[in-house]
């Protein structure tokens, strides 16, 4: 059985996908450890939001997927 150029066919197209990939790709400049750095402020300033936020709710105890299963 043969397979004519589909094989061919396959790897440019392979070839189109990574291509088109690496275009958008987003290039920031950054030194891994810049990006580290850029990553970590932005995580400790999303902590920060939560807590302001837990604490404008009226100081409910525990997190909203915490439910209280009394009967």
Request: proline residues 1%; hydrophobic residues 20%.
């Amino acid at each position: 059985m043969t397979r004519g150029n589909q094989r061919e066919r396959d790897r440019e197209r392979a070839q189109a996908r990574g291509a088109h990939k690496s275009k958008h790709r987003k290039d920031d400049c950054l030194t891994p450890e810049q990006r580290r750095e850029r990553d970590a402020k932005a995580l400790q300033e999303k902590a920060a939001r939560k807590v302001a936020g837990e604490n404008n709710a009226g100081g409910a105890v525990g997190g909203k997927n915490q439910k209280n299963h009394k009967k």
